[in-house]
């Protein structure tokens, strides 16, 4: 048979535990203590329904698809860069007709690759001559560190001889067979579109003004290069430059 406890121990124990108790409540009131002491705590939350439902001018969600569906159309549009996609070497193809002042064969892999070409035989008084090529990443309008130095030096040109630069976004042209030619011809415009507004954006950078810049897009329907290769899509994913004086 278990003994209880004697009644001064049961007593002890009691007051033992009420004595803890007593101390966890001074805690908690120290810790939480309201708002008292805490800096800017007189001061009224804000009106909350001021704030507007969504920032201004966000894209809806159909815009929003509508900028993805743009950049997916053109990646489909060639093969990772430098590796070719038929059995006919590495060396662009000129296309068929060739736009006005571009010789494809000055042009090599490495201005492709690279990201850009000058062209060094530009006339003394040229009258819409090709100053220079930007040429852009698959599904990409930003600039590569070759295109910025182009770039540095068709403003510096710019700045010599005066006149007007324009600038004139493309496209590859190869498309998915799941888009409608018409919607993916659209697609394409507003790539090469962007492709000429980094252009300018950089060359306004460079201390260009505005009304020294015109841009334009052709989207795919100007082809530099037989796009048999990626490196011929490659080729014709780019800005051409002319100085207008």
């Known amino acids: 048979m278990q003994k209880g406890k004697p009644g001064w121990a049961a007593r002890l124990e009691t007051a033992a535990l009420a004595f803890a108790l007593a101390g966890a409540m001074t805690a908690c009131t120290a810790i939480d ?60 193809q000129p296309a068929p007709a060739l736009p006005p002042g571009i010789d494809a064969s000055k042009i090599g892999e490495r201005d492709i690759l690279g990201g850009g070409w000058l062209n060094a035989e530009l006339p003394d008084r040229p009258s819409r001559a090709l100053a220079g090529l930007i040429f852009f990443d698959n599904g990409s309008s930003r600039l590569k560190p070759k295109g910025k130095d182009v770039l540095r030096a068709v403003a510096a040109l710019q700045r010599e001889r005066g006149g007007v630069l324009r600038l004139i976004g493309h496209a590859s042209g190869a498309l998915s067979g799941a888009v409608d030619p018409a919607e993916g011809a659209a697609i394409n415009r507003r790539v ?23 841009i334009g897009s052709q989207g795919s329907q100007a082809p530099a290069y037989d796009e048999a290769t990626s490196l011929g899509e490659a080729g014709n994913r780019r800005v051409e430059i002319y100085l207008e004086l």
Request: cysteine-free; glycine content about 8%.
């Open 33 to 92: 203590s309201g708002p008292e002491g805490i800096p800017g705590a007189e001061r009224p939350f804000p009106n909350l329904a001021s704030v507007p439902e969504r920032p201004t001018g966000y894209p809806a969600a159909p815009e929003r698809q509508a900028e993805l569906d743009k950049l997916a159309l053109d990646r489909a549009a060639a093969a990772p860069i430098g590796v070719a996609s038929a059995a006919t070497g590495t060396a662009p």
């Open 192 to 214: 090469a579109q962007r492709r000429a507004e980094s252009t300018a954006v950089e060359l306004r950078r460079l201390g260009l003004a505005s009304d020294q810049i015109e």
